[in-house]
């Protein structure tokens, strides 16, 4: 049986990458927005989906904040996706021919380095993979794209430079969801646990709710804060620990979340990504 994973963008983006990467063999399937790489899971089109949720250079993503507590799809697993930027061209092309850079913004502000090099204009894409397809639907040498070697395979176009991003670390994280849960043991030691909450409001409601953690020795890996929809004093925060709720230090620390809050949800429980601990 071949299975689907759902990711959003063109082919040949960082998170089909992502996708082959984490489940090789896999079928990809790619969706013009998060919202419907969600969609694609919740109606079987698709047994897992790849959303990215934060960069290593450019940040969070803030999408998932609003959409992963609604959507219904927990969290199984977490894949960190190194982002090796490639300038990318028709076959042929010369470097000192390229005269315009397309990419997405983010990857743009991540080329720094080459544009001034190069002497080039740097061009704002939808997408990097998208670049891509429109450097072949141009047919000119003038104008090269900054994507994946993926993109540049599945486009029939040649990478005339690899590496080119200006930051070796830059990584891409994504969740892994599906309609199903499927948490690890409690005995496991490397697993997180993803949950959003809101605090009371009243004066030192965070405080005493993020006291529970390191009362209780739980490392927190990732705390966000974004504000509720449809008001601007409600702030609801997005946290990643390391631990499982059915082991005892988070299930102290959980409980003392839920004295200090008024809404609380937990989005998943997943093996930790080996690429947490290298080495």
């Known amino acids: 049986m071949t299975h689907t994973i759902a990711f959003q963008g063109r082919p040949g983006a960082y998170s089909d990458l992502a996708c082959r990467t984490a489940r ?31 960069n290593s250079l450019a940040g969070r993503v803030p999408e998932i904040h609003a959409l992963l507590p609604e959507a219904g799809l927990p969290i199984i697993g977490e894949h960190f996706q190194r982002v090796e930027h490639c300038l990318i061209a028709l076959p042929g092309t010369r ?9 997405h913004p983010v990857a743009l502000g991540q080329i720094r380095n080459l544009i ?16 891509a ?39 891409t994280r994504f969740y892994l969801v599906a309609r199903q849960a499927a948490w690890p043991s409690p005995q496991d030691e490397r697993v997180i646990t993803t949950l959003v909450f ?11 709710a993020l006291g529970g953690f390191a009362a209780n020795g739980v490392n927190m890996t990732r705390l966000e804060s974004y504000m509720s929809p449809g008001t601007l004093t409600a702030t609801g925060f997005l946290l990643d620990v390391e631990g499982h709720p059915e082991q005892e230090a988070l299930g102290r620390a959980l409980a003392v979340l839920r004295e200090c809050s008024e809404k609380i949800a937990i989005l998943g429980v997943y093996p930790a990504s080996p690429s947490r601990y290298p080495g």
């Open 133 to 171: 397809e429109m450097v072949v639907k141009w047919q000119s040498r003038e104008d090269a794209a900054i994507a994946s070697s993926l993109a540049a395979e599945l486009n029939g176009l040649e990478v005339l430079r690899a590496n080119v991003e200006d930051a070796a670390h830059n990584t």
């Open 116 to 131: 001034r090099e190069l002497g080039v204009e740097a061009c704002s894409a939808f997408d990097t993979a998208g670049a």
């Open 24 to 54: 090789p063999g896999w079928k990809t399937l790619p969706c013009p927005s998060f919202q419907a790489a969600i969609d694609a899971v919740r109606e079987g089109r698709a047994t897992l989906g790849m959303l990215a949720c934060e």
């Open 95 to 103: 470097i000192e021919e390229v005269k315009r850079v397309h990419t």
């Open 198 to 208: 809101r605090v009371l409001n009243r004066a030192g409601a965070l405080y005493e």
